[in-house]
């Protein structure tokens, strides 16, 4: 393809290595994005609050999509631009649902500035560092108020089985997805995802599809690998990512991303 006027990339499993870092390799790849002219945007599940690092890493350039789609989030100032959140009437009725049909659900509820879980929801490596961010509430708590993304953990389904049962039971009212290989699943808005917050951000700017290069790894991942004109999945995506993609590039660890930008650009 032609040098594409915007590059948009996912970061855990793909733009960033397994420890959470950005090589320097994959660094000097997005400067150049931004030095012969291309925008770059980075489209992840993360809230904002775990975007400190990366935004360090790129020299605070550029925005990101956070929350897989649900809030736009400035790399300069640290803050956040917008938002697409979930009401709290949706939220209660979404929980509800969850509960009558799949036992052994726990929640927990991200916020535009931060989270919010139950007693027995288990806590991840990242939300472990930061409590201070964080709190644990009663469920009519966490859905008293709008959210950016609703979490629901099993202890031990399959994550794909797990996702289609929820997709089943709430996808009229939120949407569902999965990024993080567990059986957690992530629900934004009705009709938010990566994809519709990209294209809102490509058409504002004037940016066609065909124009866009995307690269990604897990299925929150699949629409905007859909919507993107070329779409790279990492040599370690998910099964589902590997069948819809254009093209497939080194992994992660390897600088998947980097190696396709150094040729584009």
Not at 120 to 144: F, H, K, N, V
Request: hydrophobic share 45%; net charge negative.
């Amino acid at each position: 393809m032609t040098c594409p006027r915007l590059v948009a990339t996912d970061l855990d499993g793909t733009a960033l290595r397994t420890d959470g870092t950005v090589s320097p390799r994959t660094a000097a790849a997005f400067a150049r994005v931004e030095e012969v002219g291309g925008t770059l945007v980075f489209v992840t599940g993360r809230p904002p609050r775990w975007m400190h690092t990366v935004a360090g890493a790129v020299r605070h350039r550029g925005l990101a999509i956070c929350a897989n789609g649900a809030l736009l989030y400035d790399l300069h100032t640290e803050e956040i631009v917008d938002s697409r959140l979930i009401d709290a009437d949706v939220l209660e009725e979404c929980v509800a649902r969850l509960r009558r049909h799949v036992p052994g659900l726990r929640f927990s509820v991200e916020y535009e500035g931060g989270f919010a879980h139950e007693s027995d929801y288990p806590l991840g490596r990242w939300d472990a560092r930061e409590l201070a961010y964080g709190r644990m509430a009663a469920m009519a708590a966490l859905t008293s108020r709008p959210c950016a993304k609703l979490l629901a953990q099993h202890p031990s389904m399959d994550p794909d089985e797990l996702h289609r049962g929820v997709l089943e039971i709430v996808g009229d009212i939120v949407t569902p997805t999965h990024s993080s290989g567990r059986a957690l699943i992530e629900m934004s808005a009705y009709g938010v995802t990566k994809a519709t917050a990209l294209a809102t951000f490509a058409e504002e700017r004037g940016i066609k599809p065909a124009e866009v290069v995307a690269f990604g790894d897990m299925p929150n991942d699949l629409p905007m690998l859909t919507w993107a004109g070329t779409s790279y999945a990492m040599a370690n995506a998910h099964p589902d990512v590997l069948a819809a993609v254009d093209h497939v590039t080194a992994a992660n660890n390897d600088d998947g991303v980097a190696v396709v930008l150094e040729t584009l650009f």
